[in-house]
């Protein structure tokens, strides 16, 4: 944009724009985010967020845990710590990661602000403006923010119900040296898939690190669900295949609670010492509270019995969804998790997503669109339901209430075909990334 026609300084709305570094324009909200002020009114039945259902936590007893804490080693939790997290901590991680087959030293794991700050972290250390990240279509969105915030160039690589395809992550990545684009590393979720539903299998795990380490390609392992298959503990982590191709991410907010913000990154040697230096300093070190609060819990409590309490409780939710599904929206197709927090559900022909929700808030029900989880702007065509937060009654409620939306829709688009898409109800309005 000329001079010209910008705006005279004094009218802008933000006069700092001229300001900005270039990352900083990139930046936008995510699509999640900004359902958040109508998806959380309670009339709503939102299917959007995917906020653990932590109910079932022994609260009686973190309250006495955090009271004793308090009075026998305050002056310490309320203390600056070690950057790289407390001791403590890590010896903890490292025993938890076992389920993972991981098996690691405390010397190896980095404390970090949820698993969030570790993603932002290997970013920060790995990506120039215009690198390359493979990651799968579709993908986490909070990942997506990351990168698009260091200017990366994500080229996707699609999923089946097995997980990333082995031979089209091959065919890209030979793709991509030929075109003389080094890719840094590939951010994948292997286990219960966030949007996808979906589980790389046990056949395709050894493959996947075969690939990356023949193109010489990191591979970014994110594993917040990793312990919440609804019958069974993880497939090996991509990680103990080969322990120098691979940084690891975990977090304690799906398995437990996101309010101590607690995850972690395990990498090789070299890079765990430049998270360690970037951490310290974005944030000094992890907070000394949630460390010690969540080290106790760990150490004193039977939290691998609670985690499978929660599995039941998401198995049910997921029990009614898919049950929802078949009943309410038949014409759909849907995925089929054995684990985690979602399904990815596929509309049919001709309508979208993303420009049929204002209707759907109308009809008091929220979901999210496929294209907030696509950096290329794909993905109209799909939606992800969350199932982990509401009741089951609620769920089957939801998915009813989308029913009607969608098959209005469908009426829309067979009377006056695709243009009738997304017809808004009069008064109703969804905050875009822009405005919030």
Not at 169 to 197: E, I, M, Q, S
Not at 318 to 341: A, I, K, Q, R, Y
Not at 380 to 405: K, Q, W
Request: charged content about 20%.
């Amino acid at each position: 944009m000329t001079d010209s026609h910008l705006p005279a300084k004094g009218t802008r709305l933000d006069p700092w724009f001229d300001a900005y570094a270039e990352r900083a324009h990139g930046m936008r909200a995510s699509e999640i985010r900004a359902l958040f002020a109508v998806a959380s009114r309670p009339e709503v039945v939102s299917l959007a967020g995917g906020m653990p259902n932590i109910n079932s936590l022994p609260l009686d007893y973190l309250a006495d845990l955090s009271a004793r804490i308090m009075r026998e080693r305050g002056a310490k939790a309320l203390q600056y710590g070690s950057g790289q997290g407390e001791i403590s901590m890590r010896e903890q991680i490292v025993e938890v990661m076992r389920y993972d087959h991981i098996h690691a030293h405390p010397d190896d794991v980095v404390v970090t602000t949820g698993s969030q700050q570790a993603l932002d972290l290997v970013t920060e250390i790995f990506i120039n403006p215009g690198d390359v990240v493979v990651a799968e279509a579709p993908s986490y969105v909070g990942a997506l923010g990351v990168f698009r915030a260091y200017q990366a160039d994500v080229v996707h690589v699609p999923l089946d119900d097995d997980g990333l395809v082995p031979a089209e992550l091959d065919a890209t990545l030979t793709r991509l040296r030929a075109a003389g684009r080094p890719v840094k590393f590939l951010y994948t979720v292997p286990n219960y898939h966030n949007p996808a539903g979906v589980t790389l299998s046990e056949e395709r795990r050894p493959q996947i690190v075969e690939i990356c380490k023949r193109h010489g390609v990191l591979i970014l392992e994110d594993n917040p669900y990793g312990l919440l298959g609804f019958d069974s503990d993880p497939l090996p982590a991509l990680k103990s295949f080969d322990s120098d191709q691979t940084i690891y991410l975990g977090s304690f907010s799906k398995m437990f609670g996101p309010g101590y913000r607690i995850g972690w990154a395990v990498a090789p040697h070299a890079v765990r010492e430049k998270l360690v230096l970037a951490s310290e300093a974005a944030i000094l070190c992890p907070g000394m509270w949630g460390q010690m609060a969540m080290t106790a819990y760990l150490t004193e409590y039977d939290w691998y019995t609670q985690v499978k309490e929660f599995r039941g409780e998401y198995k049910a939710r997921c029990d009614s969804m898919m049950s929802s599904l078949h009943e309410f929206l038949p014409e759909c197709s849907w995925t089929v998790p054995t684990g985690g927090f979602y399904t990815w559900v596929t509309l049919p022909d001709g309508l979208d997503a993303k420009a049929m929700l204002p209707r759907a808030v109308t009809n008091l029900v929220a979901y999210v669109s496929g294209t907030a989880f696509y950096y290329d702007g794909q993905g109209a065509d799909h939606m992800r339901l969350s199932f982990c937060y509401p009741t089951p009654e609620n769920i089957r409620e939801g998915v009813r209430r989308l029913s009607h939306v969608i098959h209005d829709e469908l009426e829309l688009v067979d009377m006056f075909g695709t243009k009738a898409r997304g017809h808004v109800a009069k008064g109703v309005e969804i905050p875009t990334p822009d405005q919030v």
